[in-house]
């Protein structure tokens, strides 16, 4: 049974930063293509970044190109989303997801999500 775990979410004032980690545990993590996705009050969810297992190569939403890094590291089975220059529009929970997939049509295994919230 695939389990994906985040943390790190919080309260930041704008401009700050902050780094979110998902845990994933109960499949071989280099395979699994892994992203971030992130759903505003009253909005649909959004991908925000993904990369899969054997690549080195990172998509971004261009919402946030330039200002979140998503890393990846395959020891500790962990994915991180590090933010940057926050702003209150960031405010969001940040879904981690994964897939045995590459690429991707739709995510088989999501976190419950962390809360991130941006004060201006």
């Not at 702003?87 to 045995?100: I, M």
Request: with cysteine; charged share 20%; proline share 2%.
């Amino acid at each position: 049974q695939v389990q994906l775990v985040e943390s790190g979410g919080g309260l930041v004032q704008a401009g700050g930063s902050l780094r979110v980690s998902c845990t994933v545990s109960g499949y071989t993590f280099r395979r699994l293509t892994v992203a971030w996705f992130r759903q505003a009050p009253g909005k649909d969810r959004e991908f925000v970044a993904s990369r899969g297992g054997s690549s080195y190569t990172t998509f971004y939403a261009d919402s946030v190109e330039g200002r979140f890094t998503l890393s990846r590291d395959n020891v500790k089975n962990t994915v991180y989303l590090q933010i940057n220059s926050l702003k209150p529009e960031d405010t969001a929970v940040y879904y981690c997801a994964a897939d045995d997939s590459d690429p991707v049509i739709k995510y088989k295994y999501w976190g419950q999500g962390t809360q991130v919230t941006v004060s201006s």
